[in-house]
């Protein structure tokens, strides 16, 4: 029996139909981060795993908002999975609603390395300047970092504290062959970590090594502030300092046994700069290590399992501040090996070696002096 072949009507009516599927699930995904934040913010979900099951007014007595938003907020996460009612029979007022332990984690456990709840306040700080966003698009400038706001720079800092504070120092560090020896030595070993943001992958180096001393490098003061805060509660602020400066200035000269740039390069105007201010920074036996987005050699159309991630973020984010100041790379987020190798032998490096360390989301290289 022979198949039916379909029509080009057909097909073109399953691409669309799948299409429209596509865009209602996406539209679903928009919800869930932007009612995640709320709870997130508002501290519902923290109340919740604490405290509940709770009705509306019970939640809303223990976070201080109003019961009918609370309400309407508990109903929603329940129809969309993220939240479970005990009893849905029950009149709206004597509902108990609870969160799930294994989605406590993700939303309320802040040490957990599947905490994902800072995705969402990401995820709104991206979306900040649209206005902005659009002139970029239309006459080839930027948009400065310090327009996309507090949700963008705390947002980032939350997703990869757990990481800087639990494998940065046990487990990334310890690749480099001596690294470890060194750090754990006298006398103290120098550190600059180059675009540290909110201070987690500083603190983290000085958790684990008690005798370094680290110094942070940012061109955000809202960060920069932020991570001095950090390193105050951390404990570490007598050997963790911070500074409002560019890697890339000339008068940065220091005697480094490391240097460090996680997650930033691919943001820079200017990245060869600044990897040769890097390359300056270290001693004769230093090493710099840059951590950058785990994206594939070349571009394919369907990408590998996590370039989706990254090329929003960089159409939203990453390029538009990369682009802000001019002549720019325009590097953006998907900043492929061969890229960064470019630019590291541009700034004097012999070569570039890809660490063995296996994360979900990023790749670790060894700068060759």
């Known amino acids: 029996m022979h198949q039916k072949k379909q029509t080009s009507t057909e097909v073109i009516n399953q691409v669309r139909d799948a299409f429209v599927e596509r865009l209602l699930k996406s539209a679903s995904g928009v919800f869930d981060i932007f009612t995640i934040y709320i709870g997130d913010m508002l501290g519902f979900y923290k109340a919740l795993a604490k405290h509940g099951p709770l009705t509306s007014s ?29 009893n849905p029979e029950a009149d709206a007022e004597h509902r108990k609603f609870k969160i799930h332990p294994g989605h406590a984690e993700v939303l309320v456990e802040r ?10 306040q990401i995820t709104i700080g991206a979306v900040k300047p649209l206005e902005s966003l659009l002139n970029a698009y239309r006459t080839g400038g930027g948009v400065p970092y310090n327009e996309y706001g507090a949700n963008l720079y705390e947002g980032q800092a939350g997703m990869n504290r757990a990481m800087f504070l639990q494998q940065l120092g046990t487990e990334w560090l310890p690749a480099i062959p001596g690294l470890k020896t060194r750090l754990e030595s006298d006398p103290p070993a120098r550190i600059a970590d180059i675009g540290c943001g909110a201070g987690w992958s500083s603190i983290g180096i000085a958790k684990t090594y008690p005798k370094v001393l680290v110094d942070g490098f940012d061109l955000d003061e809202p960060s920069v502030l932020l991570a001095r805060k950090n390193a105050e509660e951390a404990g570490v602020s007598d050997r963790v300092k911070f500074q409002i400066r560019d890697a890339g200035d000339p008068t940065v000269a220091g005697n480094y046994d490391l240097v460090t740039a996680f997650e930033c390069v691919h943001d820079m105007s200017n990245p060869v700069t600044a990897l040769r201010g890097m390359r300056n920074l270290t001693n004769e036996k230093g090493v710099v290590l840059v951590m950058d987005e785990r994206v594939e050699e070349r571009f394919t159309p369907e990408g590998n399992d996590v370039e989706w991630f990254f090329y929003g973020f960089s159409v939203l984010h990453c390029l538009p501040v990369g682009m802000a100041e001019q002549p720019s790379a325009g590097t953006g987020a998907v900043m492929r090996p061969g890229i960064l190798k470019r630019y590291a032998e541009e700034a004097g490096f012999k070569g570039v070696e890809i660490l063995p360390i296996e994360n979900f989301f990023f790749r670790f290289y060894r700068l060759i002096k």
């Open 58 to 86: 019970e939640l809303a007595s223990k976070t201080d908002t109003h019961e009918r938003y609370v309400r309407e907020w508990l109903e929603q996460q329940t129809v969309a999975g993220i939240l479970q009612v005990q």
């Open 111 to 120: 040490d957990s390395l599947n905490y994902l709840a800072p995705l969402a």
